[in-house]
C-alpha cells in the first residue's frame, strides 16, 4: 500500500476518517462512543487539537479538527491508540481495530470548511439512519444548532461565526445552511481533493507545494508527492483525453475537470483555453465530479485518461 503524504505544520485544518478492519463495527455499545468522545476531549486537553465538527458512524468516524501545534500524528496516535487498546481491553481481544492508518485531508479551511462541516453532519441522513441530522445522537450537529449545551472541548465558533455575529442568529442560519435541500443533491467536497492530500483554493494548493512538500528523494517517490511536484500540463491533458475519448462531446467537460484537478494551472488560465469564466471551470468540474461519481463506465474512461498522463509524466 502507497504511503500517505502527510503534511503537518501550526494551524492545519485536516478531514480526518479512520474506518473499522474489514469494514466492521468500531462502536458497540453507547459507552463505547461515550469512551471515544473522552479521547477527543484528552486531545484537547493534552495535545493541543481544536476538534470543529464531528460524527461517530457506526463502523467509521469524520473529524474536522485543527492542530496549533503542527501535531497531528501525535493527536492521532493517542485517539485511535487509546480507543483500540480500550476496545481490546473490553472484549478480551487483540490486534488492530481500525483498518490501516488513518486517512487525513489538509484542508483550506477559508474555502471548505463550511461544506465540509454540512458534509460531515448529513452523514447519518446519507446513510439512512436519520431523517434529519439533528436526531443522530454522535453527531456535534445539535451542539450547533443549541438543542443540547456545548462541551468545553468543542469548538462551534469558528464555523458559526461566519453566518452571523450572534449566536441566536448564527445557528438558525447554520441550520438552514445543513437542512437546505439542495444541499443532499451536492456532491461530496472531498470529490476536489487533490492528491487525495489536499483539498483547496488553486492558491493554496500552490502555497502549500512550495512551502511545505518534502524534497528527499525518497520522500518524492511517494504517488501523491510525485503528483503534486510533477503535474501535467493542459496540453498534456487535453491530448490525453482526445487519445481515449477523441471528439465525443464529453471530452471538453473531462478535459476542464482533468485540467482543474491535476495540472496545477489557474482557474483564469483554464478558463481562457475554454473560452469561459473561472466560475464556470470551477462549477464544471464539480457537475462533472459528480457525473462521475454516478457513472461506473465514465469512471473507467477517466481512469484511462489518467493513465495516458502518468505515462507521459514519466516519460
Not at 447519518?124 to 439512519?129: D, K, L, N, S, Y
Not at 465558533?157 to 451536492?186: H, N, W
Not at 471530452?251 to 473561472?278: D, P, V
Request: one cysteine or more; hydrophobic letters at 40%; glycine letters at 6%.
Amino acid at each position: 500500500m502507497a504511503r500517505p503524504l502527510r503534511i503537518e505544520y501550526p494551524g492545519a485544518f485536516y478531514h480526518v476518517t479512520s474506518r473499522g478492519n474489514e469494514q466492521k463495527e468500531i462502536f458497540k455499545s453507547q459507552r463505547d462512543w461515550e469512551k471515544f468522545l473522552s479521547y477527543l476531549e484528552s486531545a484537547v486537553e493534552r495535545y493541543g487539537a481544536v476538534i470543529h465538527t464531528y460524527c461517530l458512524m457506526s463502523n467509521h468516524y469524520h473529524l474536522l479538527l485543527e492542530t496549533p501545534s503542527g501535531n497531528l500524528s501525535q493527536i492521532m496516535r493517542h485517539i485511535n491508540g487509546a480507543y483500540t487498546t480500550y476496545f481490546n481491553v473490553m472484549r478480551k481481544r487483540a490486534g488492530h481495530l481500525f483498518q490501516g492508518r488513518f486517512k487525513a485531508i489538509l484542508v483550506d479551511a477559508d474555502t471548505y470548511a463550511l461544506e465540509l462541516s454540512r458534509y460531515i453532519h448529513l452523514n447519518p441522513v446519507r446513510a439512512g439512519i436519520a431523517a434529519r441530522p439533528e436526531d443522530f445522537s454522535w453527531s456535534s450537529y445539535r451542539y450547533f444548532i443549541g438543542n443540547n449545551e456545548s462541551p468545553v472541548w468543542l469548538k462551534t465558533d469558528f464555523i458559526l461565526g461566519q453566518f452571523a455575529s450572534t449566536v441566536a442568529d448564527a445557528r438558525k442560519k447554520y441550520q438552514a445552511f445543513v437542512t437546505d435541500p439542495m444541499a443532499m443533491e451536492c456532491g461530496s467536497p472531498l470529490d476536489r481533493t487533490v492528491a487525495s492530500a489536499i483539498l483547496g483554493s488553486d492558491d493554496f494548493i500552490d502555497a502549500i507545494r512550495e512551502k511545505y512538500l518534502p524534497v528527499k528523494q525518497g520522500v518524492r517517490n511517494v504517488p501523491a508527492v510525485k503528483e503534486l511536484i510533477g503535474r501535467p500540463s493542459p496540453e498534456q491533458i487535453i491530448s490525453s483525453v482526445r487519445s481515449v475519448a477523441g471528439d465525443e462531446p464529453v471530452a471538453k467537460r473531462m478535459s476542464i475537470y482533468l485540467c482543474h484537478r491535476y495540472s496545477g494551472a489557474k482557474l483564469k488560465e483554464i478558463g481562457e483555453r475554454f473560452g469561459m469564466g473561472e466560475s464556470a471551470v470551477a462549477q464544471a468540474s464539480r457537475r462533472f465530479a459528480a457525473h462521475m461519481h454516478e457513472d461506473a463506465l465514465l469512471r473507467e474512461v477517466v481512469e484511462q485518461v489518467i493513465t495516458g498522463m502518468n505515462r507521459i509524466g514519466t516519460s
